[in-house]
């Protein structure tokens, strides 16, 4: 590991020294098992996910167009996310929270494929209107999404990887007026040129349908680039930066195409070979959405396990 490897190397070079003046040289082919020994013990354990935060913040619905790793990977977490905005009007100013905790199952497979099933299991929202008001404050608690997903590695190497993936959003959120479905094929990369440095891209097409219960269903195309950077300087700490925006191609009349841009900065430990947390923290910067002041700042939780389980 980086902290420790300095004083390895250091003992490992004054007992190769030592060995060589105390024994006969012909002896000395005997020792690349020593040598092999030290790499291994010097090789990373493989439990660093130096991937993309892959839960989204809202208001991008049903997780898809989120940021995703390219490397296929069995993982297990739990991520929970808190966004807050509101909008000023003549009665005064109006509030909003929106809280998700959501779930995801991710398995690897044949070293290059991705099967995974991401869910919300809960999907609160809270309108306050000022007071006094002719408006109730409003408050809503439903089980949000469901998406299976698949993710196919073409390109592998050292530094580089290249895959292609999608998700299908499926319409198991109740209490809504309009149902959503989608779609989100993506194109994926990740470099790694140093261990502790991982530079991530994500390129999903977003197809969504809007199913209401009386009327014409609503079709919706968005592209949903996303870069980050994520890094490991030492054993258990590092961070994060991600960029994400969200086109909409075909906006309704009146709307714009530049719907948001915005940031997630964050820490993260890996605190266990085989499990990793995040906390992160997302701020808007411009689009639409953000313009209208519907969404001002949040925060982002995932606790991720990689249990090598096939």
């Known amino acids: 590991m980086p902290m420790g490897e300095p004083i390895r190397c250091r003992g490992s070079g004054a007992l190769v020294v030592l060995f060589v003046v105390a024994t006969p040289a012909g002896a000395a082919a005997q020792d690349p098992p020593m ?51 509101g909008e ?58 469901l998406v299976p997903r698949l993710k196919a590695a073409f390109l592998t190497g050292d530094v580089i990887t ?7 959003m499926l319409p198991t959120a109740g209490g809504r007026s309009a149902l959503p479905f989608g779609i989100d094929p993506s194109f994926l990369f990740q470099a790694r040129p140093i261990e502790m440095l991982s530079i991530n891209f994500s390129l999903p097409f977003v197809l969504r349908f809007d199913v209401p219960d009386e009327g014409e269903t609503q079709m919706n195309f968005f592209i949903d680039p996303a870069v980050g950077v994520a890094v490991m300087p030492i054993d258990y700490i590092g961070g994060f930066v991600d960029a994400q925006v969200e086109i909409w191609l075909d906006p ?40 209208e002041e519907q969404a001002e700042f949040g925060l982002g939780f995932r606790l991720a396990a990689t249990p090598d389980l096939l």
């Open 162 to 168: 290249l895959a292609a993936g999608a998700g299908v």
């Open 35 to 85: 040598a092999t020994t030290a790499v291994e013990e010097a090789a990373p354990t493989g439990g660093a996910d130096l991937g993309p935060l892959e839960f989204a913040p809202e208001p991008l619905g049903g997780n898809l167009g989120a940021p995703r790793a390219a490397i296929p990977r069995t993982r297990l977490g739990l991520g929970l996310h808190w966004m807050m905005g």
């Open 88 to 145: 000023s009007t003549s009665a005064g100013d109006v509030s909003r929270h929106a809280l998700a905790l959501l779930a995801l199952a991710q398995f690897e497979l044949f070293d290059t494929l991705e099967v995974g099933l991401e869910a919300e299991l809960l999907e609160h929202s809270q309108t306050d209107y000022p007071e006094p008001s002719a408006f109730a404050d409003e408050t809503s608690d439903e089980f949000g999404f």
């Open 252 to 291: 309704d009349a009146g709307a714009e195409n530049f719907r948001l841009f915005d940031l997630r900065i964050g820490v993260r430990s890996n605190f266990l070979p085989w499990m990793m947390a995040e906390l992160g923290a997302i701020v808007p910067v411009a689009g639409e959405l953000y313009d």
